[in-house]
């Protein structure tokens, strides 16, 4: 079974850093690159980072782009979203997923921006 | 940046009825590298379609996806009750960012 199983969310104050991590089964993580998403309460779907199978290629969205960093352990089969100098509007279900278009993807994990 | 934009916002419909969910990008997608997702409350996206117009694994065949350009569509067959939830349509041409459409809403009557 194809499983990401996510842990890391909670309630942080403005200013504060979170990291968020991805655990793979099932399928050989190395040969995948992998995408996290948010889901603001309420709202829709943003993208928002991209990690090669080997970790060399990034991307992020503008949103979070000098505050987020992602990255990957493969030996662990783990995804990771280190955030930093989080702000009210970070307030989120973040998402991590196989691939994009996203075929896999973990139960979700809420992370509170609040004082 | 490109930009999706989905119509209607909501739908109230009843079951066995047929549904077009439209997106319209921007600019034109190259290779047709648009996908389709259901989110029902609760729960993560589920991928339904992939490059505008294929399955994914294990979705019914009474969901179909076409359009090329600036212009895709998402169309339900045959409404069932399990079929309600919001549907997005993502690019993923070129660099990213690779966003979402606002989402359409499909409710039963």
Redesign the interface.
């Given at each position: 079974q194809v499983h990401l199983v996510q842990s890391g969310g909670g309630l942080v104050k403005p200013g504060g850093s979170l990291r968020l991590s991805c655990e793979a089964s099932g399928f050989i993580f190395s040969d995948y690159y992998m995408t996290w998403f948010r889901q603001a309460p309420g709202k829709?779907?943003?993208?928002l980072s991209?990690i090669s199978g080997g970790g060399d290629t990034v991307?992020?969205?503008?949103s979070v782009k000098g505050r987020f960093t992602v990255s990957r352990d493969n030996a662990k089969k783990s995804l990771y979203l280190q955030m930093n100098s989080l702000r009210v509007e970070d307030t989120a279900l973040y998402?991590c997923a196989r691939s994009?278009?996203?075929?896999i993807?973990?139960?979700?994990t809420m992370v509170t921006v609040s004082s | 940046e490109i930009v999706l934009t989905q119509s209607p916002g909501t739908l109230s419909l009843s079951p066995g009825e047929r549904v077009s969910l439209s997106c319209r990008a921007s600019q034109s997608i190259s290779s047709r590298y648009i996908?389709w997702?259901q989110?029902k409350p609760g729960q993560?996206?589920?991928?339904l379609i992939?490059d505008a117009s294929n399955r994914?694994?294990g979705i019914p065949d009474r969901f179909s996806g076409s359009g090329s350009g600036t212009d895709f569509t998402l169309t339900i067959s045959r409404l069932e009750p399990e079929d309600l939830g919001?549907f997005?349509c993502?690019h993923?041409s070129g660099?990213?960012?690779?966003?979402?459409?606002?989402?359409t809403r499909v409710e039963m009557k």
């Open positions: 829709g779907l943003e993208w991209y991307y992020y969205s503008d998402y994009n278009p996203a075929r993807w973990g139960q979700g | 996908a997702y989110q993560a996206p589920r991928l992939y994914a694994t919001i997005y993502q993923y660099p990213p960012p690779w966003t979402f459409g606002q989402g």
